[in-house]
């Protein structure tokens, strides 16, 4: 069985690649999966690290701004387009897949089109509520499209019903449990409120948790864990240098025990990256939601609100995101024990657990028709 995978540019099209591959690894340890990525993304460092053959196609997105930068960028992006379908069509060739999986990013665009092309079946993976341009302009030719929430369906034209799979989610998350984590953290039964912005961080985010961080400082009500990320650790710091941290609260730079982090808390403030909201649903985590404005189609801002309309979580739009505001709300929710507890239990009925099992079953069925 060989199946390849195209996706990339960010961790939420990658991750959900890998995630089904290891799956698939598991059952089947002879299948050979390769990957086509582009050189100078994230997937070109997290794929090889999995062992997996990796092949690379130079390819751009469009610049969607008329500007005279932006009108060269896409002259480049016509050229690309065309070499990399050429490109595409060759691995396609050497490799000749069983199947081939699309997760999303410009670089799975020439991929599918030309494996649709070639006669290859073809699936595409839709993380988000408010589908990619990429799964827009091919989800009416793939084989099978699967989406993570249901949302996604009336914004695309499909032949055939979509599959809801929900997003792959981190075994290890889902193996954590509640109380161990507390008791590796050193927790009491106070509640623990974990917020973080990401890798690098988000300055906004940064700004509004520092003044929640110096409001319930030394009340000794919450515990409180943040992370800053690299960008805005020092700061953040600056910030906080002339009061005296109670222990309650760690700020960090990055959490690199993040299924423990998040299996232990009480409320969780972040941005609504896809992969992120449904580890949330799944620990049956309660959460204030910060979308990234900087995203392409304002994607974050549609994933957050499948979560609010469920009853799982508040979203504060960055443009409305203080200090002020965000107090508000962790005290609105955090302070209200039933509430906190309704939804906790609203995020676990949202939640879809056997993402892997979903697309794997797909994909064999799809394999099975090859």
Do not use: W
Not at 166 to 192: C, F, I, Q, S, T
Not at 219 to 236: C, L, N, Q
Not at 351 to 368: E, F, G, H, P, S
């Amino acid at each position: 069985m060989k199946i390849l995978f195209a996706g990339g540019g960010t961790a939420g099209h990658i991750n959900p690649a890998l995630a089904v591959a290891g799956y698939i690894k598991e059952r089947h340890p002879d299948a050979e999966i390769s990957y086509i990525g582009t050189a100078d993304k994230l997937e070109a460092k997290l794929v090889p690290e999995k062992g997996y053959d990796f092949r690379t196609i130079d390819v751009a997105g469009f610049q969607r701004k008329i500007t005279v930068k932006n009108i060269e960028k896409n002259i480049k992006a016509v050229r690309k387009a065309v070499t990399s379908s050429i490109d595409s069509k060759k691995i396609l060739r050497e490799i000749k897949p069983d199947l081939v999986v699309g997760t999303g990013g410009f670089v799975s665009g020439p991929v599918l089109r030309e494996a649709h092309r070639l006669g290859f079946k073809t699936a595409i993976h839709e993380q988000n509520a408010f589908p990619g341009v990429t799964t827009k302009m091919l989800a009416h030719k793939a084989d099978r499209v699967m989406l993570a929430m249901p949302e996604a369906e009336k914004y695309l034209k499909l032949a055939k019903k979509p599959i809801i799979t929900g997003n792959p989610v981190r075994e290890e998350l889902l193996k954590m449990d509640r109380e161990e984590a507390r008791a590796r953290l050193g927790l009491d039964n106070r509640p623990l409120i974990l917020s973080f912005g990401g890798s690098l961080g988000a300055r906004r985010i940064n700004e509004a948790v520092t003044e929640l961080i110096k409001h319930h400082n030394g009340s000794e009500r919450f515990y409180h864990i943040h992370a800053t990320g690299k960008v805005g650790f020092h700061a953040m710091t600056e910030a906080l240098k002339d009061i005296e941290l109670s222990k309650m609260i760690d700020v960090r730079e990055y959490i690199s025990d993040m299924d423990v982090c998040m299996a232990a808390a009480d409320l969780v403030i972040c941005r609504a990256g896809a992969i992120t909201l449904s580890e949330l649903s799944c620990l049956g985590k309660p959460s204030i939601l910060i979308p990234s404005p900087y995203v392409a189609e304002n994607h974050q801002y549609h994933n957050a609100m499948t979560l609010k309309n469920a009853g799982v979580a508040e979203v504060l739009e960055e443009k409305d995101l203080t200090g002020e505001s965000l107090i508000k709300a962790v005290l609105d929710i955090i302070e209200n024990k039933p509430l906190l507890e309704k939804m906790g239990t609203n995020a676990k009925k949202h939640a879809i657990a056997d993402a892997n099992k979903r697309i794997y079953d797909v994909l064999m069925q799809l394999y099975t028709e090859a």
